[in-house]
């Protein structure tokens, strides 16, 4: 079981930027993947970007160069950092975390957070 957080939501203006935090309730060393989704409204929830346990790293094209994933060991926790921020962009952030076990793949999801980008 993991219990996940997520952080720093909030409105931005086009071109600002923002950091999202997801923390986990156990160590991150143990979970697979943590990663980020986000949904619009009216649309259906989309990757955006992961971070695997063995460090390597993958974004959704629409947000590559603009976008990074990180990840503190100390403090089980993974961020978001979002910068040139597109109207585009707005949408609720869920953090997502992949557990497996044998064969079988759990995976959790945080409460989400809200990120608007408007003027």
């Known amino acids: 079981q993991v219990q996940l957080v997520e952080s720093g939501g909030g409105l931005v203006q086009p071109g600002g930027s923002l950091r999202l935090s997801c923390a986990a309730s156990?160590?991150?060393?143990?979970?697979?993947?943590m990663g980020w989704y986000r949904q619009a409204p009216g649309k259906q929830r989309e990757f955006v970007a992961e971070?695997?346990?063995?460090?390597?790293?993958n974004y959704a094209d629409s947000v590559k160069g603009r976008f990074t994933i990180s990840r503190d060991n100390a403090k089980n926790t993974v961020s978001l950092q979002m910068n040139s921020l597109k109207p585009e962009d707005t949408a609720v952030y869920f953090c997502?975390?992949?557990?497996?076990?044998?064969?079988?793949?759990?995976?959790?999801w945080g409460q989400g957070t809200q990120v608007t980008v408007s003027s």
């Open positions: 997502k975390a992949d557990v497996q076990v044998g064969a079988i793949v759990y995976d959790y």
């Open positions: 971070f695997t346990r063995g460090g390597r790293t």
């Open positions: 156990r160590s991150i060393f143990s979970i697979d993947v």
